[in-house]
Nanobody
Framework: QVQLVESGGGLVQAGGSLRLSCEAS????????MAWFRQAPGKEREFVCA????????LYADAVKGRFTISRDSAKNAVYLQMNSLKPEDTAVYYC?????????????????WGQGTQVTVSS
């Protein structure tokens, strides 16, 4: 089992920035990659970005390219999401997820372990 705990969400004005953190514990050696997904009210959970633990290869959804940056700290078993130039449409619950499969996936079913989520609200 891998346990994931997100933090860093909150309320920010449009154009502002937030940094989310995700700390992993448990059988972290089984994780090959990490991702951030988000889910807005009434919508399906959607892929935001992902990163491979080894080598740091990243993948981004078109909606966040150039604004969001995912990074990892292997020593701390932590993944971060730096979100800049936030828009009201970025408002959602953001989830951290861990994959035990290769390669990186953009699908919800490509990730085995999930955190509880952290709310991000962007006001206009």
């Amino acid at each position: 089992q891998v346990q994931l705990v997100e933090s860093g969400g909150g309320l920010v004005q449009a154009g502002g920035s937030l940094r989310l953190s995700c700390e992993a514990s448990g059988r972290t050696f089984s994780s090959l990659g990490m991702a951030w997904f988000r889910q807005a009210p009434g919508k399906e959970r959607e892929f935001v970005c992902a990163i491979r633990w080894s080598g740091g290869h990243t993948l981004y959804a078109d909606a966040v390219k150039g604004r969001f940056t995912i990074s990892r700290d292997s020593a701390k078993n932590a993944v971060y999401l730096q979100m800049n130039s936030l828009k009201p449409e970025d408002t959602a619950v953001y989830y951290c997820a861990s994959s035990t499969s290769f390669p990186l996936s953009t699908r919800v079913d490509g990730y085995r372990y999930w955190g509880q989520g952290t709310q991000v609200t962007v006001s206009s």
